[in-house]
T-cell receptor, first 115, second 111 residues
């Protein structure tokens, strides 16, 4: 089975621009979560989508948004980029039953650098 | 708010020297505790899920255990290829998928 894929792998953007990152989950996984990883804060939860609906959101400003398509693929968008948004953005997918806890499988990440 | 603390921050071991990594957690209700391994420049790789106190799981040289307040990742006779950052995460029982991560233990195995 193919793993979680993320595109692009690397991005360099300028302050004030916006960016869209893409994630394709493992086949059959309907839950997609996004995380931001920085050296100072570690891995922090951004949001989670299931069946095209955002089910949970972390403590990030409204500049961070996402969506999920009917094929479970997901995108996240960051508008008005700031220097502090430089990070590794990770996508994870899981089976998610809502009751039992299933492991999340991570993609390789998108390294975003804001200059 | 869920909290996860991992110790030590970094650990250097000689090849074959066994040790343990600690993960202390605070969560209102634990739905699952997860261990991941992360190599530089890559996404975390899933290792174990533990659901209840007393549970243990093993994979090759790794063994994870769980109590009501902490989890241990025991590494027996490690090899240089076990060098990585090991991350612990908890999921609470509010029915969502959010994982709260610790900051990890950077493990280096010296040949």
């Amino acid at each position: 089975k193919a793993g979680v894929t993320q595109t692009p792998r690397y991005l360099i953007k300028t302050r004030g621009q916006q960016v869209t990152l893409s994630c394709s989950p493992i086949s059959g996984h309907r839950s997609v979560s996004w995380y931001q990883q920085t050296p100072g804060q570690g891995l922090q939860f951004l949001f989670e989508y299931f069946s095209e609906t955002q089910r949970n959101k972390g403590n990030f400003p409204g500049r961070f948004s996402g969506r999920q398509f009917s094929n479970s693929r997901s995108e996240m968008n960051v508008s008005t980029l700031e220097l502090g948004d430089s990070a590794l953005y990770l996508c994870a997918s899981s089976l998610s039953s809502g009751q039992k806890s299933y492991e999340q499988y991570f993609g390789p990440g998108t390294r975003l650098t804001v200059t | 708010e869920d909290q996860v603390t991992q110790s030590p921050e970094a650990l250097r071991l000689q090849e074959g020297e066994s040790s343990s990594l600690n993960c202390s957690y605070t969560v209102s209700g634990l739905r699952g505790l997860f261990w991941y391994r992360q190599d530089p420049g890559k996404g975390p790789e899933f290792l174990f899920t533990l659901y209840s106190a007393g549970e243990e799981k093993e994979k090759e040289r790794l063994k994870a255990t769980l109590t009501k307040k902490e989890s241990f990742l025991h590494i027996t006779a490690p090899k240089p290829e076990d060098s990585a950052t090991y991350l612990c995460a908890v999921q609470d029982d509010f029915g969502n998928e959010k994982l709260t991560f610790g900051t990890g233990t950077r493990l280096t195995i010296i040949p």
